[in-house]
């Protein structure tokens, strides 16, 4: 089975390369072709997302069974100053592989976000629901959903697969930066401010890769899944537990002391959900697969950090 992969130097796309199944041909791509701030990255094709005539030339020249769509405009506050780059990504490129897939009929994993949501219902949203973005990145995201429902539904060539909290242990995501902080700050015994207002649930990408993997190997025929980690937490939470697993893995001698800050003293360009869980139950049982609880997947992510 071919599958052609966006993203392939992001976070997620270094937990899909280094776990391809078995009987995969992979064609991976990034942005430039090298492996950005992934250390086993390199040998990629490149393709800019912000092309569509180049996403629509990499599926009918490539012709893959799957295109596993795990590139975005990801920097949600810079998304705010540029949104027309951020929709050419997030928006311009599902289109553009759907319209194509439309033509080779093989088939589209769109990974999204809980960023769709507005955060406001104060319960787990589930795949069903409307969407109701409130930044420019969860209006990009939200438009490439629309883009794969509306060409791909008909004839069930697309999934949209969102998730929340993306961490890995490499990249840029807020797990390593937390790392990186109490390493700083906690020999000098220097407080970290976090905001503990938002909950989510974070999402390693061992799991989140796992997942991808499923819908493809299993050839999932649902429209729309959610996949996180499992339980609930708070952006102080997860800094909390950063410092204390790392502590307990010997990789700093004295966490910093986190103080909790509202979302109102540590403003940023852009709107965050401040309850914005995704309902996993239905998908883990389409997927087959057992939730890890958040701390247990962050301990794992932490002990492959070199
Ligand atoms: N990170 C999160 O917390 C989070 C939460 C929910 C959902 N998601 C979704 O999960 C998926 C994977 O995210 P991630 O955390 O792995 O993000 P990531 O580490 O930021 O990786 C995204 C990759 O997309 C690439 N990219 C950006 N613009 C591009 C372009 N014009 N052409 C080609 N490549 C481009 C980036 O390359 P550059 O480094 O060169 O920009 C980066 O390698 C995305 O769909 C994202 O929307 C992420």
Redesign the pocket.
């Known amino acids: 089975m071919k599958i052609l992969l966006?993203?392939?130097?992001?976070?997620?796309?270094?937990a899909l390369r280094q776990h391809t199944p078995a009987g995969i041909e992979l064609i991976a791509?990034?942005?430039?072709g090298d492996g950005?701030?992934?250390p086993g990255g390199g040998g990629l094709l490149p393709?800019?997302?912000?092309?569509a005539g180049a996403c629509r030339a990499a599926v009918l020249t490539h012709r893959p069974d799957w295109v596993l769509?795990?590139?975005?405009?990801?920097?949600v506050d810079r998304a705010e100053s540029e949104p027309e780059?951020a929709l050419?990504?997030?928006g311009g490129?599902p289109r553009a592989f759907a319209e194509a897939l439309l033509e080779t009929g093989g088939r589209l994993l769109?990974?999204?976000?809980?960023?769709v949501f507005n955060g406001q219902q104060g319960s787990p949203y589930r795949p069903e629901q409307g969407r109701d973005p409130l930044g420019a990145?969860g209006r990009t995201?939200a438009a490439g959903e629309e883009a794969v429902a509306q060409l791909l539904a008909a004839s069930g060539q697309g999934v949209i697969l969102?998730?929340?909290?993306?961490?890995?242990p490499v990249?840029?995501?807020?797990a390593l930066t937390m790392l990186r902080l109490h390493r700083e700050r906690g020999a000098r015994g220097q407080a970290l401010g976090v905001v503990e207002d938002q909950v989510g649930c974070p999402?390693s990408?061992a799991t989140?890769g796992a997942a991808c993997w499923r819908v493809i190997t299993a050839n999932v025929q649902e429209p729309v899944l959610h996949w996180c980690d499992a339980g609930a937490a708070s952006w102080f939470d997860v800094a909390v537990a950063v410092g204390e697993l790392a502590q307990e893995l010997g990789l700093l001698q004295q966490p910093a002391p986190v103080n909790p800050l509202t979302t109102a003293e540590y403003p940023l360009p852009a709107q965050r959900p401040s309850y914005s869980l995704l309902d996993c139950s239905s998908s883990r049982r389409t997927l087959q697969l057992a939730p890890t609880p958040w701390r247990q997947a962050l301990r794992r992510l932490l002990e492959a950090v070199q």
């Open positions: 966006t993203g392939a130097a992001g976070q997620l796309g270094h791509t990034s942005r430039s950005g701030a992934d393709l800019d997302l912000a092309d769509n795990g590139g975005a405009y990801t920097a780059l050419a990504v997030n490129a769109q990974v999204s976000t809980d960023f990145y995201k969102r998730t929340g909290w993306v961490i890995g990249g840029k995501n807020f999402t990408t989140l």
